[in-house]
């Protein structure tokens, strides 16, 4: 399957050779572009090294979750923590706060108890795990761009360390504009006592996603750094798709509650495990965009490697 991809991959059409950058593509060449991410996506077996992504995803944010209470309880006080925690539970289903949010009340509550050898533990539990998850990514951006891992070992742990670390951030500054502003009752007063309803998170949060998801694929791939303009619409297709996602999986979370009889607690958990997973694809979803982009236009002098040694790239997945 994968052969006979790579044997239609370099005849493309020769619309759109001269574009300089994506927006001066066709519509016709926006709709051959996507029909050959769609057929990439799963002719690389993509939804598997999504779920390698996700494994190692989960096993970092659940840490680092209770890390975050611990930290915040040490410093701001244990009121503050579980004012905030209170705050999550506007947002999210009851059965989901019964098992996380119930727990994180827990950490909180005695997080002046717990021995520094627990902390540490935490924290290098999220950080090894955000690690492999952010090399199991650049793993699955070589095989999308046909490009074969040459840096370092160092280079590679420096690389994943830090997009760890920035997708953390991410993370933690979502999940406080999603949950920290429910049902608060913020609003902007003028100077005449005019009060205005707050600007809307999802633009925030949109433009969160993109630029961490462009820093993603500039800097994930072994290969010289892409200009931004090769990278950016990808990014802006898959912060689009996943913010849509979230809104109907969470519409749907909220709203349709029939899997509880049948699995309780574990219905929420298996929401937010495959709302996890979902994210993934629309990241490796992006990045074909972006990839297939380059291609069709001929704009690929960011590779440093010849066209034949391109070809000859192993699926990891396959």
Not at 194 to 204: K, L, V
Not at 228 to 234: A, I
Request: include cysteine; charged fraction near 15%; proline fraction near 4%.
């Amino acid at each position: 399957m994968l052969s006979a991809w790579r044997s239609t991959e370099w005849r493309l059409p020769d619309i759109d050779r001269s574009a300089s950058s994506p927006a001066e593509i066709s519509r016709r060449g926006w709709r051959d572009v996507l029909r050959r991410s769609s057929r990439a996506m799963i002719e690389q077996n993509m939804s598997l090294a999504a779920a390698g992504i996700t494994f190692f995803m989960v096993w970092a944010f659940f840490p680092a979750l209770a890390l975050v209470v611990v930290i915040g309880a040490m410093t701001l006080g244990k009121a503050h923590v579980l004012t905030w925690l209170s705050a999550v539970r506007v947002d999210l289903p009851e059965s989901f706060n019964v098992i996380v949010i119930g727990q994180l009340d827990a950490i909180a509550e005695r997080s002046r108890g717990l021995s520094i050898a627990t902390i540490a533990g935490a924290l290098v539990l999220a950080l090894w795990s955000g690690t492999r998850g952010a090399r199991a990514l650049m793993v699955a951006l070589n095989l999308v761009y046909a490009e074969r891992e040459e840096r370092s070992f160092w280079h590679r742990q420096l690389l994943a360390i830090g997009l760890c670390l920035l997708s953390g951030a991410f993370v933690l500054g979502a999940l406080t504009l999603i949950v920290g502003f429910a049902g608060s009752g913020l609003s902007i007063t003028t100077a005449g006592g005019t009060a205005f309803p707050p600007p809307s998170r999802w633009p925030i949060l949109l433009v969160g996603m993109m630029l961490l998801l462009s820093v993603a694929y500039r800097y994930g791939p072994c290969r010289r750094v892409a200009k931004w303009r090769w990278v950016t619409w990808g990014a802006s297709a898959s912060a689009a798709i996943w913010l849509i996602g979230s809104a109907l999986l969470s519409f749907y979370a909220a709203h349709f509650t029939h899997l509880n009889p049948l699995l309780g607690s574990l219905g929420s958990v298996m929401i937010f495990l495959f709302w996890c997973y979902l994210t993934v694809l629309t990241v490796l979803f992006g990045s074909h965009i972006n990839a297939e982009l380059e291609r069709h236009a001929g704009a690929t002098p960011a590779s440093k490697k010849s066209d034949s040694n391109r070809r000859a790239t192993a699926n990891p997945f396959s």
